[in-house]
C-alpha cells in the first residue's frame, strides 16, 4: 500500500501535469519502464496537439512492432496516465517549458518525484515557418503529407517537428558521402528495414529533385502492410524510380547494390545488412545499429577486466561499443574505410551511432593485419565469432 508520502508525491505530479497541459507548456510527456517485463506495450509518448475540435493529448503507444496513435480529451488522457502508473509503467517524464518532472515508482510502491530545469526547447519559440529546413521542402512534397509528417496547409505537424528534423539531418549527414562516391544514371541504393519509409522518400526526393540524380531506390521491409502503404504513396508521388518491396534484409532478391542503407535494424540485422553491402560490392554502407545482443551473450571476461562487465549496463555499453568496433574493422578488412559518429543527439535517441564505409580501392588494404587485431580484440572479451564474421566465412 503506499504511505501518505507516496500519495502526496503523486498528487504534486498530477496537479503539475494538469497545470502544465492548461498552460499549454507541455513538450512530451513520457511513461517507460515496464511493470510487466513480457509485455508487448513498451512506451507511450504523450505531446498536445490542437485540432479543428480543440486541445487533445495525442498518445503514442509503442508496441514491440508498431506504434499506435490515439487522441484523448486531456481530462481523459490524464486519467489515462494515471492508470498506465497504476498498471503498467514504474516512470514518467514530463518535458514542459518551465521544468522537467521525473516520477519513479518502485517494486514495493514507494514514489519518488524529481524536479529539474528544463532541458527541451520551450514550445512557445514552436514556429511551423520558423523550422530551419535546408534539404527538405515542406512545401509540395506530396509524400510528408502523406506520411501525416504536414498537415493539409503543408505545415509541419508539431508532434511531427522530431522526425522532420531528424529526417533533414540524415540527409544532411549523408550528402558529403553520397557526393564522393559519384552516383550515375541507375545507381542502385538499397534501404534495408524500411520500416514506414520516411527518411526513404526524404533521401529519393533529395537525390531527385534536389541533386538531379537519375537513381533507383530500393526500400526492403518483411511487414507487408508497411510496403504496400509505401508503394502506394510512392505512386502519388510520382517517384517513379522508388519502390518497395516485402521480404528480408538477408534473402530479398535485390539487382547489385550500390549504396546499402540500414538504419536501426535490430541486432544482427545490421550485420545481415553489411554483409550485402560487402558482397555486392557497394561503394558505400551505411548503418544505425539498433540493439547489439549477439557479442553481449558472447562474452566471456574473466580476471581483471570482469571489472568492466560486472555491472550489467557497463555489460551493455562495453558490447555496443565492441560489436560496432569489430563491425567497422572486417569493412576495413574488406576493403571499406570507415567513420562512426553520432548522428543524432543522445536526447532523442540512445540509438544514435552511425558507421559509414566507403569502399577504396588499391593494394593499400591490410587485410591479414586488420584480421589480426580483429582477433586480438575477440581474444580480450572471449569473444568466439563475431556474427558478421560468420556470415562472411571469415
Ligand atoms: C526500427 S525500424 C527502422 C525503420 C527505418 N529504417 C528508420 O530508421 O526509420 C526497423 C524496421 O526493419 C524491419 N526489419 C527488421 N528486421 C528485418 C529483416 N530481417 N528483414 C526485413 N525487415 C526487417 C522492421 O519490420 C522495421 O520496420
Known amino acids: 500500500m503506499n504511505s501518505k508520502k507516496d500519495n502526496n508525491y503523486m498528487e504534486v505530479f498530477f496537479d503539475k501535469l494538469e497545470f502544465i497541459i492548461d498552460n499549454k507548456m507541455l513538450i512530451k510527456l513520457i511513461l517507460a519502464g515496464r511493470r510487466n517485463k513480457i509485455s508487448d506495450l513498451k512506451k507511450i509518448t504523450v505531446t498536445i496537439v490542437e485540432l479543428k475540435k480543440g486541445t487533445r493529448l495525442n498518445f503514442v503507444y509503442k508496441h ?222 551505411v548503418c544505425a545499429p539498433c540493439c547489439h545482443k549477439q557479442i553481449r551473450k558472447e562474452f566471456n571476461v574473466t580476471g581483471e577486466l570482469y571489472n568492466v562487465v560486472k555491472h550489467g549496463i557497463l555489460k551493455e555499453r562495453q558490447a555496443e561499443i565492441i560489436t560496432d568496433t569489430l563491425r567497422a574493422m572486417i569493412m576495413e578488412a574488406f576493403g571499406y574505410r570507415t567513420n562512426i559518429f553520432e548522428f543524432i543527439s543522445s536526447e532523442h535517441t540512445p540509438k544514435n551511432l552511425m558507421i559509414v564505409g566507403k569502399k577504396i580501392t588499391g593494394d593499400s588494404i591490410k587485410k591479414n593485419e586488420i584480421l589480426k587485431n580483429i582477433s586480438a580484440v575477440k581474444k580480450i572479451y572471449g569473444i568466439k565469432k563475431h556474427y558478421l564474421e560468420k556470415l562472411l566465412q571469415i
Not at 515508482?105 to 527541451?120: D, F, H, P, R, Y
Not at 524510380?241 to 528480408?248: A, C, D, H, S, Y
Request: charged share 30%.
Open 64 to 285: 514491440n512492432t508498431n506504434d499506435i496513435t490515439k487522441n484523448y480529451e486531456p481530462e481523459e488522457g490524464i486519467n489515462l496516465i494515471r492508470k498506465a502508473l497504476e498498471n503498467d509503467f514504474f516512470n514518467a517524464d514530463i518535458y514542459s517549458n518551465t521544468e522537467n518532472i521525473n516520477l519513479i515508482i518502485n517494486s514495493k510502491g514507494k514514489v519518488l518525484l524529481k524536479i529539474k530545469e528544463a532541458t527541451l526547447q520551450p514550445l512557445t519559440n514552436f514556429k511551423h515557418d520558423k523550422i530551419k529546413y535546408r534539404l527538405i521542402n515542406p512545401k509540395g512534397n506530396i509524400y510528408l503529407r502523406e506520411l501525416e509528417i504536414t498537415n493539409e496547409k503543408e505545415e509541419i505537424r508539431r508532434e511531427m517537428t522530431d522526425k522532420f528534423k531528424q529526417i533533414n539531418k540524415y540527409i544532411e549527414l549523408l550528402e558529403p558521402y553520397l557526393t564522393q562516391i559519384n552516383l550515375t544514371d541507375n545507381s542502385h541504393i538499397v534501404d534495408m528495414g524500411a520500416g514506414k519509409g520516411y527518411l526513404t522518400f526524404a533521401l529519393y526526393d533529395y537525390l531527385t529533385n534536389q541533386s538531379k540524380k537519375n537513381i533507383k531506390l530500393t526500400g526492403v521491409e518483411f511487414r507487408e502492410n508497411l510496403v504496400q502503404k509505401c508503394n502506394e504513396i510512392a505512386g502519388k508521388a510520382s517517384f517513379e524510380k522508388l519502390k518497395f518491396i516485402e521480404g528480408t534484409i538477408e534473402n530479398a532478391e535485390l539487382e547489385k547494390i550500390d549504396v546499402l542503407i540500414a538504419l536501426h535494424a535490430c541486432d544482427t540485422a545490421t550485420d545481415e545488412a553489411i554483409f550485402r553491402g560487402i558482397k555486392s560490392d557497394a561503394s558505400l554502407i
